[in-house]
T-cell receptor, first 120, second 109 residues
Framework: GAVVSQHPSRVICKSGTSVKIECRSLDFQATTMFWYRQFPKQSLMLMATSNEGSKATYEQGVEKDKFLINHASLTLSTLTVTSAHPEDSSFYIC????????????????FGDGTRLSIL | GIQVEQSPPDLILQEGANSTLRCNFSDSVNNLQWFHQNPWGQLINLFYIPSGTKQNGRLSATTVATERYSLLYISSSQTTDSGVYFCAVSMGGGNKLTFGTGTQLKVEL
């Protein structure tokens, strides 16, 4: 159980393109989803917390107009990188928790397989 | 914010050897997870262990929350154990994970 599917696994596109990444919880309802970013040889850094039916909460330094997050249902959150540039190239990974709204529950997080984004 | 430090940063083992990875955190936590990130980037859940001891096959973990550390034990290591091991913690009422610095493990034949 507790499977999180992330799609696509890899994207290569030209500078200026907008890219949408989907994160789905397949066998549980995810009231809260999280989006992380990982640069090569570094740890994962939380970008934002996504709550079903409400606005996402962004971490300090993350541009909300650049990284649009939508969590329209209990099983789907999307991250759209708008007008992507080479510096946005990174590994993006989502996680889902079945805990209460805002993540206010000590439930383990389950991770998708990640999306490797390359902007030319 | 909370600081999460892992040691050692790099580790090379011969197949069959045992190892201990450490995770120190700077504040009280109510969630701690250990992950293995394989060479393809996939994060594999190893343990959800805010306190106590758990075992799963060749792996076991212990968290001493009062002393703010957790240990991951790998016994009889195999080449498939290679990758990066992360601990991640959350604190307070939220469930946002802060990841540690990671331990890069390479198991050689």
């Amino acid at each position: 159980g507790a499977v999180v599917s992330q799609h696509p696994s890899r994207v290569i596109c030209k500078s200026g393109t907008s890219v949408k990444i989907e994160c789905r919880s397949l066998d549980f309802q995810a009231t809260t989803m999280f989006w992380y970013r990982q640069f090569p040889k570094q740890s994962l850094m939380l970008m934002a917390t996504s709550n079903e039916g409400s606005k996402a909460t962004y971490e300090q330094g993350v541009e909300k107009d650049k990284f649009l997050i939508n969590h329209a249902s209990l099983t789907l959150s999307t991250l759209t990188v708008t007008s992507a540039h080479p510096e946005d190239s990174s590994f993006y990974i989502c996680s889902a928790s079945g805990g209460g709204r805002g993540g206010y529950s000590n439930q383990p997080q389950h991770f998708g397989d990640g999306t490797r984004l390359s902007i030319l | 914010g909370i600081q999460v430090e892992q040691s050692p940063p790099d580790l090379i083992l011969q197949e069959g050897a045992n190892s201990t990875l450490r995770c120190n955190f700077s504040d009280s936590v109510n969630n701690l997870q250990w992950f293995h990130q394989n060479p393809w980037g996939q994060l594999i859940n190893l343990f959800y262990i805010p306190s106590g001891t758990k075992q799963n096959g060749r792996l076991s973990a212990t968290t001493v929350a009062t002393e703010r550390y957790s240990l991951l034990y790998i016994s009889s290591s195999q080449t498939t154990d290679s990758g990066v091991y992360f601990c991640a913690v959350s604190m307070g009422g939220g469930n946002k994970l802060t990841f540690g610095t990671g331990t890069q493990l390479k198991v050689e034949l």
